[in-house]
């Protein structure tokens, strides 16, 4: 359920800050009060309420997470911290990309890449989030921007499919306090999908 | 559900996806699966690198189709290829293959001496490279989604890298200070679109993401770059003429995760083997110079 705006201000939140759009992650959390710490080392990972792994090359990431040994204590520390992946970040949360690269596997969905096509295949789409709510209305959708995106083509154990595209396929999708979505709230200036994964915190 | 495909706002968009990263000049498909598995988070795809299209000297033209497509299959990062300034016939055929961006590139010999692509026409997106603000802002203008400061390719020296950053940054500085009536006088001077500057202005940064390019050769280079405020770098010959092409990709990588700490950065620039001999640009003849290229 989404809270009022106050409640976030004791947060920390750290935002992977190796490769990818982890500065739009940075503004979008800033403007809810959160305060955030880019992290490129494991250490920095300690006093953090949450992590945001950005949009960008999941193969780039995943290689650094190993070099930097991050691999190991991002697992560990979404065993109890709320974890949110967007595009290349929900494909490392994924157990499987059908590809081999390095991956967290802390969700229980599967994920195919590029899944839409190459970038003359990228889009924006308005999409229906009334879901985000429990109140069962319907509310203003969300500007989507799907970039060579994922989809998450399977959910299964705890995991649910949360947004899914009109044809049915998955585009966002929660396991506990882990989220993926398969587009990127931070190019947008709407901060609701932000809210949400802080209610996940 | 509406599906909008190359809006301006998508074809920024992978650009901001390749933030904090290293695009490197690739050959041949041997040549991009090595980037890949460095942590490139591009390849661009072109016939020579810099370094030799000096030395070889001639026309340099778009690569061959069929060595891009094999570069596509091989890799999944994006693959950009390179188009000759004005030349949007190249740049249609590039664009049919599926690149991810296309480069309109001064590396390669101008096909037209008055003007660039106008690349709103185009559903894949460009990147151009610019000296100063003016220039960076007409490209915009014509439609790219990702500006790179020129630099000077295929020399192996930084200087001009920094030089044309420094340009830009400095510019945007300027033009942040100056009082609002002071702008159109500014457009006209440095010949940049007046909305552009405006939007610039407000941001406090180029509207599309901006990496550095022409001469990186270590990862000290890359941090610097990086300091000095882009978001990410290309590296064409730095790489591929160095004397151990992987383990210096791996540290280039690296170096610009950690750009802003030296302790890193010390250990990240370790035992290298050689770096690309380069040339000194200060001893280089003016018409030799690439940077010129682009109006």
Redesign the interface.
């Known amino acids: 359920m989404l809270r009022p705006y106050n409640v976030f201000n004791h947060m920390k939140i750290g935002v992977l800050?190796?490769?990818?759009?982890?500065?739009?992650h940075i503004v979008m959390l800033s403007k809810l009060g959160v305060e955030t710490a880019e992290v490129?080392l494991p250490a920095q990972l300690d006093d953090l309420d949450g992590l945001i792994i950005p949009?960008?090359?999941s193969?780039?990431m995943g290689?650094?997470m190993v070099?930097?040994d991050l691999l190991e204590p991002i697992r560990e520390f979404g065993l109890n911290h709320a974890i949110w992946g967007t595009?290349?970040g929900a494909i490392l949360l994924s157990k499987d990309a059908h590809?081999e690269q390095p991956l967290l596997s802390l969700m229980n969905i599967t994920v195919q890449?590029?899944a839409f096509g190459?970038?003359?295949?990228?889009?924006?789409?308005?999409?229906?989030v009334s879901r985000l709510y429990q109140d069962g209305d319907t509310r203003e959708a969300f500007h989507a921007?799907f970039?060579?995106a994922p989809i998450i083509d399977s959910v299964s154990g705890n995991a649910k499919a949360l947004i899914s595209?009109?044809d049915g396929r998955i585009v966002a999708a929660e396991d506990g306090h882990l989220l993926a979505t398969s587009f990127?709230p931070e190019?947008t200036g709407d901060t609701r999908f932000h809210e949400y994964f802080l209610s996940l915190v | 559900m509406e599906e909008k495909k190359s809006t301006f706002a998508v074809k920024k968009g992978l650009a901001q996806m390749l933030k904090g990263g290293v695009i490197m000049d690739v050959v041949t498909p041997e040549h991009a699966r090595i980037a890949e598995e460095a942590g490139a988070c591009a390849v661009m795809a072109l016939e020579r690198v810099p370094a030799d299209i000096r030395k070889d000297g001639g026309v340099a033209r778009m690569s061959d189709p069929d060595m891009i497509a094999e570069i596509i299959e091989t890799v999944s990062i994006p693959v950009m290829a390179k188009a000759r300034i004005g030349h949007f016939v190249e740049a249609q055929i590039i664009q049919e293959l599926g690149v991810d961006y296309i480069d309109e590139s001064e590396v390669l010999t101008p096909a037209d001496n008055d003007y660039h692509i106008y690349k709103h026409d185009f559903d894949v997106p460009f990147v151009c490279g610019c000296r100063n603000l003016g220039e960076a802002l007409r490209r915009i203008g014509e439609g790219a989604a990702m500006i790179r400061t020129k630099g000077e390719a295929g020399t192996g020296d930084v200087v001009e890298a920094v030089y044309h950053a420094r340009t830009v940054f400095g510019e945007i500085r300027r033009l942040q200070n100056m009082p609002v009536d002071e702008v159109m006088t500014f457009a006209k001077e440095i010949g940049a679109p007046f909305e552009l500057l405006m939007e610039t202005r407000e941001l406090g940064r180029m509207p599309v993401v901006n990496f550095a390019a022409g001469g990186i050769a270590t990862p000290a280079d890359a941090a610097l770059m990086m300091q000095l405020g882009v978001d990410g770098v290309f590296v064409g010959s730095g790489i591929f003429k160095s004397g151990d092409p992987a383990k210096r990709a791996d540290a280039i990588v690296k170096a610009v995760t950690h750009y802003d700490n030296p302790e890193m950065l010390a250990e990240i620039s370790r035992n290298l083997g050689e770096a690309m001999v380069g040339i000194n640009i200060s001893s280089m003849p003016e018409e030799d110079k690439l940077a010129g290229r682009g109006w």
Do not use: M, V, W, Y
Not at chain 1, 118 to 128: C, G, M, P, V
């Open positions: 800050a190796l490769q990818g759009a982890f500065a739009e490129r949009g960008g090359e193969t780039t290689k650094l070099d930097f595009c290349a590809r890449r590029n190459r970038q003359k295949d990228s889009f924006e789409a308005a999409l229906d921007f970039i060579r595209l009109p990127h190019l």
